[in-house]
């Protein structure tokens, strides 16, 4: 198994063993363990050894496993790779579907293409949603019908227009939508149509895999405490109750009336809330009240016509953005157009897929040796870039540019904003291979 000794390293610190101690109770020899975890970075162990040391340090031995990532900075298909990965789906008694994978990292989620078959005419079949929120856009050329639920209405029966317009880089409409949304697809007319759909990364995955082990009546306490959606005051219980205050005593800290923080809570006031994090030690920011900007089915629509009145000029690119949502924040998109070599530099804060739509372009990039590297692609071609990787496109044509939460995203910002020391914590994290501090 291809091991990652940092993360080695990282279990043996939260386990507070040091390396003696784990090669005992692995029966592995001292020296050996020491040497394998001396070679930095991915090194191939025997599947035995990774099993051994995994189970003294009570951790399944995937956990271990190298991540197949290091140094990545750009992966790039073609078009032919990208129709290669070609796989019909069928479903309610029909060819439905023809899915594509767009280019990313082993392991990685990557945007996907579909053929939309499902002929004109025909209601289609609903799938039953996901948990992962996605953004999705028609890249024609012809319309597409999208449902979003079993009755039928102007929200859950809507036409996804192509555009056909001079202005053809900016594809089509698109549209976010939330966890679990029900979702189907079928042609308008005979004009054949493709999507592309980024089921992003949910940031409720890591508690939904720990609430799957809970028992049941723990479950259907925190969906109580919750409700439909969790308001200020119901999250003020739990952050409350968690530090032994009730409101009264909470307020109390504050030398004000349970009545004035309540109503505090209901307005949104910062400046008390603030106060009352800090007094208390939790962030204040868990207590304002979110936006949200969708319809009764969940989504948030953009239609090309507001993305024709969007357009702009960024860093030498004609861009403009796909449908966003402040409810989804990590999922982002823009059309962008390429004209010559007038684009800029880019150095994204999370990591970006590509899909080229119109032309021939070339994708330069700062490689982790610090070369550059070069691809050029046509129409479908596409391309992943790694967080804060220097890239800039050049050519005649046009770019779909998708974004999910994959670091940094909502989750990892509000984090460092709330670290000591951050820079030097990121600094210190990154491949740390120093033990907990008891061998010498």
């Known amino acids: ?14 386990r507070k063993m040091t390396t003696r101690q784990v ?24 599947d035995a050894t990774t099993t051994a040391v995994a189970r003294t340090l009570r951790i399944e031995p995937e956990k271990l496993g190298a991540s197949g990532r290091r140094d990545l900075t750009v992966v790039t298909r073609t078009a032919e790779e990208l129709r290669a990965t070609r796989r019909p789906i069928q479903r309610d008694g029909i060819h439905f579907y023809n899915y594509y994978t767009m280019a990313a990292p082993p392991g990685a989620v990557a945007p996907v293409i579909l053929d939309i ?10 799938n039953n949603g996901h948990l992962e929120p996605a953004i999705t856009v028609n890249l024609g050329p012809g319309d597409i019908h999208g449902r979003w639920g079993e009755e039928l209405d102007d929200t859950t029966w809507q036409v996804i227009r ?30 054949p149509a493709r999507i592309v759909s980024y089921t992003g990364q949910s940031n409720l995955a890591g508690l939904l895999e720990d609430v799957n082990d809970w028992a049941e009546p723990a479950v259907l306490e925190l969906v109580d405490r919750l409700g439909r959606d969790p308001s200020p005051s119901a999250l003020a219980d739990m952050l409350l109750a968690r530090r032994g205050h009730t409101l009264e005593s909470a307020a109390a800290t504050l030398s004000m009336s349970g009545e004035k923080l309540a109503a505090a ?13 800090s007094a208390l030690g939790f962030d204040h920011r868990l207590l304002l009240r979110p936006e949200r900007r969708h319809d009764a089915a969940g989504k948030t629509y953009r239609e090309v016509a507001e993305c024709r009145r969007d357009a702009r000029t960024f860093r030498g690119y004609e861009v403009t953005s796909l449908a966003a949502a ?3 924040p ?27 739509t119109q032309g021939t372009v070339e994708l330069r990039w700062t490689a982790a040796d610090g070369r550059t590297g070069t691809a050029e692609l046509g129409v479908d071609g596409t391309a992943w870039a790694a967080p804060f990787v220097t890239h800039r496109w050049s050519g005649d044509g046009a770019l779909i ?16 904003t709330n670290t000591y020391a951050a820079a030097s914590t990121l600094r210190r994290g990154r491949r740390d291979g120093r033990s907990w501090g008891y061998d010498s």
């Open 23 to 46: 090669a005992e109770a692995s029966g592995l020899d001292h020296g050996h363990l020491e040497g394998m975890l001396g070679v930095p970075g991915d090194g191939e162990w025997p």
């Open 265 to 277: 809570l209901d307005d949104g006031s910062a400046d008390v809330l603030r106060e009352l994090g």
């Open 162 to 191: 192509a555009n056909v317009e001079d202005d053809a880089w900016i594809v089509g409409d698109s549209y976010v939508e939330p966890s679990y949304c029900p979702h189907s697809y079928s042609l308008v007319s005979d004009v």
């Open 1 to 14: 198994m291809r091991v990652d000794t940092y993360k080695v390293v990282h279990w043996m610190n939260v």
């Open 117 to 126: 078959l499902c002929p004109a005419g025909r209601v289609p079949a609903l």
């Open 326 to 328: 402040p409810h989804l």
């Open 330 to 356: 990590d999922l982002v998109g823009q059309y962008m157009r390429v004209t010559g070599d007038a684009g800029g530099e880019l150095c994204e804060p999370a990591e970006t897929h590509y899909l080229v």
């Open 401 to 416: 540019k998708l974004g999910s939460g994959r670091h940094l995203g909502y989750l990892d910002l509000y984090e460092l």
